[in-house]
């Protein structure tokens, strides 16, 4: 790399193994860019331990995904130092908290406490980086920031690790496989794939792998029926390879807000496995679709029953299916869009 190559210093207690930040850092590598993390011992004290430890003025301050806690003080210190400063949120805490666990009402002091405490998080930052165009408008109406400062990157797949693979010939009498990968969620409501995997009377075996606060309600409900088997999670590394001995791949059902705006990483990780993915509708996703993309009705059992038994029963119209999924993960979601995305964040504010 070169000697006159731009920095970014990287700012907060991120996890830099999630797979949203290893992604960006790779692009941010692959665009020439000198990776310097500075990970405080404490948020609140961060620009202090800056100062006392004597971080090299970079080009560009980063602050990644999930690290509201840490924009305080990597603004201060982003400020005084003249550096631009862009936040790659991910979430919103407030919507988290108000819209998708309820804890508090959205005309509650509480609610309106933490609206108020995370808008002012948002506008320390010089740009915001959403994972959609819901999410970026989201952003825009809930913390009255600017369209123009919200820029839209996607969160994609290791490319490396998640690469197509060839369906396991099957005869059409054996059963196809149904995966669900996840953390037993409310946003993705595995509950309806177990009510769907009762109604649905095809050749299918459903399978949902992970642990989370759903799964022992979910097994309870699975109870007697053969079809429906649990596994427990896997490594990150391993999953490729188990979501390629399935057929399709399900995304998530929750009837939240968030959950219409979020693609998950599941949904990125089948799609460029180049596997057929069922999930609820959305606007998050690109047009045109495609037909490597089912969507169905948020929350509706039935449909996701009734979406899995033409599959199963035209087992030859699946490659086909899956080569679609991986062609509109390339046009949309590819290392290659992403650089691209994040190449044009980076030349704006640079040019401030």
Not at 37 to 52: K, M, N, Q, W, Y
Not at 103 to 131: G, M, N, T, Y
């Amino acid at each position: 790399m070169s000697e006159t190559a731009k920095t970014v210093v990287w700012w907060g207690r991120f996890d830099p193994n999630y797979s949203r930040n290893r992604i960006l850092r790779q692009a941010f590598t692959a665009l020439g860019w000198r990776i310097t993390d500075f990970r405080p011992h404490v948020s609140s004290l961060g620009d202090l331990e800056a100062t006392i430890t004597g971080i090299k003025k970079p080009d560009l301050l980063w602050l990644p995904a999930f690290r509201q806690r840490d924009m305080i003080t990597a603004a201060r210190w982003a400020r005084r130092h003249d550096v631009p400063l862009i936040f790659d949120p991910m979430i919103s805490a407030y919507d988290k908290q108000v819209f998708e666990r309820q804890k508090f009402a959205e005309e509650s002091p509480k609610a309106v406490r933490l609206l108020e405490k995370e808008r002012a998080i948002f506008s320390c930052a010089d740009q915001i980086i959403a994972d959609t165009e819901g999410h970026a408008d989201f952003f825009a109406q809930t913390f009255d920031i600017a369209s123009k400062n919200i820029h839209v990157i996607a969160v994609g797949a290791e490319e490396s690790l998640f690469a197509p693979a060839p369906l396991t010939k099957k005869s059409q009498q054996e059963p196809l496989e149904v995966l669900f990968f996840g953390s037993f969620i409310g946003l993705q409501a595995p509950e309806v794939i177990i009510e769907a995997a009762k109604l649905c009377d095809a050749p299918v075996r459903w399978t949902l792998l992970g642990d989370g606060p759903l799964k022992p309600a979910c097994e309870a409900a699975a109870a007697g029926h053969a079809n429906i088997t649990f596994e427990d999670y896997l490594s990150y590394e391993e999953l490729p390879a188990r979501i390629h001995k399935a057929e399709i791949l399900l995304g998530v059902f929750g009837t939240t807000d968030k959950a219409a705006r979020v693609i998950p990483n599941k949904v990125y990780q089948a799609l460029a496995c180049g596997r057929t993915v069922i999930t609820r509708e959305s606007t998050a996703y690109p047009e045109p679709k495609s037909e490597g993309l089912i969507e169905i009705p948020a929350g509706d059992a039935k449909a996701l029953a009734g979406s899995i038994k033409p599959l199963a029963l035209a087992h030859d119209r699946l490659e086909a299916r899956g080569a679609a999924a991986r062609s509109y993960y390339e046009q949309h979601f590819s290392l290659k869009t992403i650089h691209g995305q994040l190449a044009a964040v980076l030349e704006e504010v640079s040019g401030r």
